[in-house]
């Protein structure tokens, strides 16, 4: 296998030599250790869940903040089609100030946080508040921080964690391998209650080959793609690739400190209001869904996009076609669908990625810490939770 970023690394500047790229790169690989790592973990995993999945009334809230929480935004419908209980993602950050507004006390919940680190105050208060406050709760910790406050809840009666294979724990300050590989033992937890072993096996197989072949084939593409002259960028997805357009817009914005905007929406959604944003500095990334019946709602925004005239420039990732000639720059890895909806979301996390680590050393900053004047920092700091809130127990 070529090592693209090795190789680019060796022809640029110090800046390029970062945590970052080599994060990037790494994920394949890391998927695959995570699925091992499940497998290795089956017992434990279900046995904790399918007690609480035979719970009448049973609601499900899937949480973290910043990147942790569009993990839940990517994996939430998963978890609901998967188990047939009510799921949703709500961020700590909103939990901490208004979980009665999402929670009621007095029915079963099961809390799946999400967490590099594991040390983000919110995360540690929205675990505690809900013990003080609900009647029955438990926890399901995905995370990468042996070491985190939330991994040092694995003794708690009610928890069970999973963390993730070492190398998932990013050094650089925006998350990469991360998010991907906690969206994946997220979905691949709640699937292996109920789907088959091998065909699992061969999800993670085949998104691991397409990760290769983005990281291998599209690189220089999407380097070129980072070099066009823009300013905003905008994701759009369907489903599930919502989460990942919400992440990758972060993602962009983040690794070029806020030098370059970043929005998401739906495709459907981004006609009402929205649209107003795009521009000729406006690089617009559509995240095309390997669902047949979405693509003709993606296909006609396409068309009404081209409709106006504006110099923006647009990239498309579709795993089999790219839906429209109208599309200046088109990723596709198939010629026929492979990918379950679920881990094909996975998969269009690392254009992001990519355009946002080669937008950051063009603009010069150093992708591992571009924000230099410490705006925002790898663990969340200045963060005070107040304890004596009325809201914080039981009637």
């Known amino acids: 296998m070529t090592d693209i970023f090795d190789s680019d690394i060796e022809s640029h500047t110090p800046s390029e030599q970062t945590y970052t790229s080599s994060e990037i790169h790494h994920q394949p690989e890391t998927w695959k250790a995570t699925w091992k790592k499940i497998r290795q973990e089956e017992e434990t995993l279900s046995s904790f869940l399918n007690e609480i999945l035979r719970m009448e009334g049973l ?7 910043g990147s942790s929480a569009f993990v839940g935004n990517v994996v939430a419908s998963t978890w609901q089609k998967d188990t047939e209980r009510p799921a949703k993602a709500v961020p700590t950050t909103d939990l901490v100030t208004h979980w009665q507004n999402y929670i009621l006390p007095s029915e079963p919940l099961l809390l799946i946080s999400f967490a590099r680190s594991g040390n983000s105050p919110e995360s540690t208060a929205s675990i505690e508040q809900l013990n003080k406050g609900c009647d029955n709760v438990f926890h399901l910790i995905i995370t990468c921080n042996p070491d985190g406050k939330l991994a040092q809840m694995k003794e708690n009666e009610n928890t069970c964690v999973f963390l993730l294979p070492q190398e998932a724990e990013d050094k650089s300050l925006a998350m990469t391998n991360s998010f991907t590989s906690m969206a994946l033992a997220a979905t691949l937890i709640s699937k292996m209650l109920k789907t088959e072993t091998d065909y699992l096996d061969t999800q993670v197989h085949t998104l691991s080959s397409y990760g290769n ?19 905003r ?16 817009h972060l993602k962009v914005q983040e690794l070029t400190n806020g030098q370059v905007v970043g929005k998401f929406d ?64 088109c990723i596709t ?63």
């Open 213 to 231: 072949t983005v990281l291998n084939n599209y690189d220089a593409l999407l380097k070129e793609v980072a070099h066009d002259d823009f300013n």
């Open 333 to 395: 890895l198939a010629d026929e669908q492979q990918l379950d909806e679920a881990f094909w979301a996975i998969l269009c996390t690392l254009p992001a990625q990519i355009i946002g680590l080669h937008k950051s050393i063009d603009l010069g900053y150093n992708p591992d810490e571009p924000s230099p004047d410490g705006t925002i920092s790898r663990v969340v700091e200045g963060v005070q939770i107040y304890n004596d809130s009325s809201n914080e127990l039981k009637d």
């Open 266 to 329: 739906s495709f459907l959604g981004f006609r009402h209001g929205p649209k107003a944003i795009i521009n000729d500095n406006t690089l617009l990334v559509y995240l095309i869904s390997n669902n047949k019946d979405t693509n003709r709602y993606e296909r006609d925004l396409v068309s009404q996009i081209n409709q106006h005239n504006i110099g923006l420039h647009t990239l498309g990732i579709a795993e089999t076609e790219c839906i429209s000639s109208n599309i200046d720059y």
């Open 59 to 65: 609601n499900i809230i899937l949480t973290g903040a």
């Open 233 to 248: 960028i905008v994701f759009l997805g369907s489903g599930p690739l919502q989460g990942i357009a919400r992440e990758g």
